[in-house]
């Protein structure tokens, strides 16, 4: 309820993830960063369809992550303030981001509810705010 703006980034992953039964098909993997007014930023992964296992702090709550031909790094990851096993929301954002906003490809790997593990691929070189 301020005049104040909240920026963000958003990209899809490079490929659908194809998950079984009761979510058949595609499934559009998304990662978001919102920096608030407040100075806050968050980072997070959502998918259109199916359950991330650490939106429900299965999985030992932890998603691994890689930033270009970088080390894959475990990050601990947090479900919806709703409830919602389709986003989780990465801790430690701020240091996040500071990679992010070099990296040319970032590859995120999720437990999804009886899917198994997936590894998504996002393009994030020149990665443009919004408001």
């Not at 005049?3 to 978001?32: H, I, R, W």
């Not at 806050?40 to 650490?54: E, N, R, Y």
């Not at 989780?88 to 992010?100: E, I, P, T």
């Not at 790997?109 to 990665?127: R, V």
């Amino acid at each position: 309820m301020t005049s104040k703006k909240n920026f963000y980034a958003q990209v899809d992953a490079k490929d659908e993830l194809d998950f079984k039964f009761p979510y058949n098909g595609g499934s559009v993997a998304t990662l978001s960063i919102i920096k608030r007014s407040t100075g806050a930023t968050d980072i997070a992964l959502s998918v259109t369809k199916g359950q991330i296992m650490a939106a429900h702090g299965l999985g030992n709550g932890k998603i691994n992550i890689r930033f270009d031909g970088g080390a894959a790094q475990t990050i601990n990851v947090t479900g919806a303030a709703d409830g919602s096993s389709n986003v989780v929301f990465f801790q430690g954002a701020a240091k996040l981001l500071a990679k992010l906003k070099t990296a040319k490809t970032v590859f995120v790997q999720a437990e999804f509810f009886d899917n198994g593990s997936a590894i998504m691929e996002f393009n994030t070189a020149g990665l443009e705010w919004n408001h």
